[in-house]
């Protein structure tokens, strides 16, 4: 190909039309495979997945969302203060538990500066962004209230969204990670070794919300994350329901 044809190729690809969904619903990672299948009862969505504050920190640039779906109330509300999305459109619709994994096989590991020591060895603890990712954001604040932050935070492998973490252990390329319980699911390379106590960090908290360009089609799909068919799917991949629901 001469660079003639490569300059014409990329000039007509500039020119096309892009197709669009008629609602793009922006998720956190960890949501990916109930919201596939809610994408699925609805004739035109579209999903995008990512780590919650690089979804909100899009939205906020302007990327063409019509729902928003965060796994953290703190992202949510910066979305909220800056007129990203109508705050009387935000509802809660589900919540999970934080649970520490390891490679298949593995054997369970107390929530001790020792245990934890010694099951990590030379290697490192994988998490997300502990200042952006909200696994990451919780796995912080538990680590923290069960006095084991100071063993681990020189050893974390910190990555842009849950499922990341959760590959770099099945992977085998770190011996721990800290995910939801829900991501367990994704991979028999995998196993749950212990989980967090609910006390020991914030409640964990999936909002959504419409952006500026939400419409009815947007708020139907909105609507059907609490609904009996919604909130069946959510049940069926682990999930649990909203906080003050569960409570």
Request: zero cysteines; charged letters at 15%.
């Amino acid at each position: 190909m001469n660079l003639r044809t490569l300059l014409l190729g990329l000039v007509l690809a500039l020119a096309a039309p892009t197709a669009r969904a008629e609602v793009l619903v922006f998720a956190a990672a960890s949501l990916k495979g109930p919201m596939d299948r809610i994408a699925a009862q609805f004739d035109d969505v579209a999903v995008s997945y990512g780590g919650s504050g690089t979804l909100a920190r899009q939205v906020s640039l302007g990327a063409p969302a019509d729902l928003v779906l965060l796994a953290n109330a703190d992202w949510m509300d910066v979305l909220i203060e800056d007129a990203h999305v109508g705050e009387g459109t935000v509802v809660d619709f589900a919540s999970n538990r934080l649970v520490l994994i390891g490679p298949k096989g593995a054997t369970p590991v107390a929530l001790q500066a020792d245990a934890l020591r010694l099951a990590l060895g030379e290697g490192r603890l994988a998490v997300g962004l502990t200042q952006a990712v909200p696994a990451g954001i919780y796995a912080k604040a538990a680590l923290q209230s069960l006095g084991l932050w100071d063993a681990t935070q020189d050893r974390l492998a910190e990555v842009d969204n849950v499922r990341a973490a959760l590959a770099l252990v099945a992977r085998g390329q770190t011996p721990l990670g800290i995910v939801y319980r829900t991501d367990t699911r994704v991979s028999d390379a995998v196993v749950e070794l212990a989980a967090f106590p609910v006390q020991s960090h914030p409640p964990i908290r999936y909002l959504g919300a419409l952006t500026k360009t939400g419409n009815a089609d947007a708020q139907a799909v909105l609507d059907y994350l609490n609904s009996s068919g919604g909130q069946a799917i959510f049940a069926e991949a682990g999930f649990l329901p909203p906080p003050d629901v569960a409570q």
